[in-house]
């Protein structure tokens, strides 16, 4: 990864306003950020406009085109084939835990986990595919995929542009962010399906006794 972003630093023009339009494009259509976390070129590129190589605006517009698009891709392709893909194809790269618990995540937040999603790299890798597979309205998505889309490009570019060659350290605490989100994320929804389980019991053992006070009395 690290020589990917070497690379990066020796490019300048529209090469690599190409490149952090592309991959966080493919983060979540071709599941790229399995692999390349988007947010690594966009803060590469940051540093590039912080040495007056590249223009910040044009970086935070190509980071936003790329996001924005890219989930709206997953979205679509969720919609479509996601049942299917998270069933065969993805089964052999991702955890079926990661994928339950984006599962999960998507359903309990709604929008919103759109938006929180894009900030974290397993998160937003797999939010908008599972978006599309829980049938959320495009137009729900379309709103917080475009706010979050916008929100994460300004941030990782200008994260890049106030580092300059400091920049490993700001995308190792990038990085850390993003699992102390993950971590936050996971245990918000174990805390709601441990309190959901325990109201399910509440519920059955309540029915039970009704039925058994019911039948004392019939007797």
Known sequence: MSSIANYVLTLHGWVVLLLVFLLPAAESSIFLGFVFPGETAVIVAGVLASEHRESLVMIMAAASLGAILGDSAGYFIGKKWGRSLVNNQLSRFVKPAHVARAEEFMVRRGGPGVFIGRFTTVLRVLVPGMAGVAKMRYRTFA???????????????????????????VEKIAGDVSYVILGVVVLALAVFLFYRKRKEM??????????????????
């Open 202 to 219: 509440v519920v059955d053992k309540s029915y039970e006794t009704r039925i058994r006070r019911s039948q004392r009395s019939g007797e």
């Open 143 to 169: 709103i917080y995929n475009i706010s979050g889309g916008i929100a994460w490009a300004v941030s990782m570019s200008f994260l890049g542009f106030v580092a300059g060659q400091s920049y490993k350290q």
